[in-house]
């Protein structure tokens, strides 16, 4: 049996994800209500149960309406939010009746995204839950890279050990240099947080996809009380860096992250103490997991290797292309780009007529 559970669903939503055994931050209801603005969709747990097994899909279904040459039509398409909201579910692929449940649970699922007038699916999958294989068939389980994630639950001499040397003189040394940590328990400072991350972001050239409007963050504060962390890295009472966190169940998440690009050097040093503090907190209070994330855009950059000199442990990072109705889906392709040669600035793009394009003569 399959339910559509909206986020007003609160006890409902939070009852699935708990049968599912694993869920983080970015499954929650709350998540999913502070991220609906941005987002500009429609927040809906797609809650499957068969027997003993369960499984749980978070999606934003989004109009079609708002693209310019789509006007007027009345299909829609569905994501995930902005992170790591992918499938979730207590059935292991080595289960005896696992093939059942996942082919019982595709056509549960086909059938409700035909009702809802869904032409295509784009599903971030979870780093920590390698699901792909329940979308086998019905969708395209594509590979993006991969992100890093610290084992909290190792003795603290072994943490120390996956952590790069140059690293761990940098934490030294941004101790020995006077860098101090604050938390913000009730994220008075989001300005200040927010005038950091913007910053690195433009250093960085990060696409828009990156920046959120202020009501964003306020949003987070409102909606995840008691799940979200800000920490600052600050030099003589001045902020040097900011980061903020996400804890949920057994799972800390980097979500953003930002520092003074003036500051040089300095400014990741007060990254990697802000790190190394949280890392320190999340093994003292139980947490398994500290998921770091990956380089912007999935990319094996110079995010992703400041990342890396904090653990040897990668996984593998999926998104998942699932096309619901392909002739609407054509129609749609052919009604945005018409017979013009067009270029996506993102390779892959999906659902491809919702791509950023640059024409070109033909």
């Not at 890093?148 to 941004?174: C, F, M, N, W, Y």
């Not at 907190?281 to 110079?302: K, P, V, Y």
């Amino acid at each position: 049996m399959l339910q559509l559970i909206r986020p007003s669903q609160r006890q409902a939503w939070h009852d699935i994800l708990l049968r599912c055994n694993f869920y983080d931050t970015y499954h929650l209801p709350e998540y999913h209500l502070a991220v609906r603005d941005v987002d500009e969709g429609e927040p809906v747990l797609l809650a499957f149960e068969d027997g003993p097994y369960v499984a749980a899909l978070p999606l934003l279904i989004r109009s079609v309406n708002n693209i310019p040459e789509l006007r007027g039509t009345a299909c829609k398409d569905a994501c995930s939010a902005y992170g790591y909201p992918g499938l979730i579910t207590n059935c292991s692929p080595n289960d005896p009746g696992a093939e059942a449940f996942r082919k019982a649970w595709q056509e549960s699922v086909a059938q409700v995204l035909q009702s809802l007038d869904i032409v295509a699916v784009f599903v971030r999958q979870h780093p920590l839950a390698q699901t792909g294989w329940m979308w086998r068939e019905l969708g395209i389980v594509k590979p993006l890279g991969q992100t890093v994630v610290i084992d909290l639950k190792r003795p603290e001499s072994e943490q120390q050990r996956t952590i790069r040397a140059g690293h761990r003189s940098e934490i030294r040394k941004a101790t020995e240099l006077g860098i101090t940590i604050v938390e913000d328990p009730k994220l008075d400072r989001l300005k200040d947080f927010i005038a950091l991350y913007e910053a690195t972001m433009h250093a960085v050239g990060a696409s828009s996809y990156y920046f959120f409007p202020n009501s964003y963050f306020d949003a987070l504060r409102y909606h995840l009380q008691g799940r979200v962390k800000l920490f600052f890295a600050e030099l003589h009472g001045e902020p040097v860096a900011a980061s903020l966190f996400f804890h949920c169940g057994n799972v800390i998440q980097y979500h953003l992250s930002g520092s003074n690009p003036a500051l040089g050097r300095v400014r990741a040093m007060g990254t990697k103490l802000i790190i190394d503090t949280v890392r320190r907190w999340g093994s003292e209070n139980g947490f398994h997991w500290f998921h770091l994330g990956g380089g912007l855009g999935a990319r094996q950059d110079s995010l992703f290797l400041f990342k890396a000199g904090f653990s040897d442990l990668r996984c593998d990072h999926y998104v998942v292309n699932c096309v619901v109705k392909p002739d609407v889906y054509t129609e749609l392709l052919r009604r945005r780009f018409g017979n013009e040669v067009v270029e996506s600035t993102t390779n892959g793009w999906f659902p491809a007529y919702r791509c950023p394009i640059v024409k070109r003569a033909a």
